[in-house]
Nanobody
Framework: EAQLVQSGGGLVQAGGSLRLSCVVS????????MGWFRQAPGKEREGITA????????YYDDSVKGRFSISTDVGKNTVYLQMNALKPEDTAVYYC?????????????????????WGQGTQVTVSS
């Protein structure tokens, strides 16, 4: 049975950094695309970044490009999200999940993979 266990997050001042971890069991991170989503209060959950081990592709939403970095450690079967230069608008609950990357025209979107559960969610709060 697949399981994703998240850690990291917390409260940080604007401009600070945090790192989220997502330890995966039940499948290998190097066999799937792995994504991070976030959901701010009153808003829909949105996919912000993904990494696909099959071809090394990495995707970032414009809102986090240049500030966030996704990576994997195959030996630990873990996905990381390094978040730098955090802004108050980054405040949200963050989730990891295996995904499919849908590319249409010049844009991409993340489709949650049906076989994978969601991580339990990690609160990130950025104060101004």
């Amino acid at each position: 049975e697949a399981q994703l266990v998240q850690s990291g997050g917390g409260l940080v001042q604007a401009g600070g950094s945090l790192r989220l971890s997502c330890v995966v069991s039940g499948f290998s991170v190097d066999g799937e695309c792995m994504g991070w989503f976030r959901q701010a209060p009153g808003k829909e959950r949105e996919g912000i970044t993904a990494i696909c081990a099959s071809d090394g592709s990495i995707y970032y939403d414009d809102s986090v490009k240049g500030r966030f970095s996704i990576s994997t450690d195959v030996g630990k079967n873990t996905v990381y999200l390094q978040m730098n230069a955090l802004k108050p608008e980054d405040t949200a609950v963050y989730y990891c999940k295996a995904v499919q990357v849908v590319i249409q025209g010049g844009s991409w979107s993340l489709r949650p993979h049906g076989f994978s559960p969601w991580g339990q969610g990690t609160q990130v709060t950025v104060s101004s």
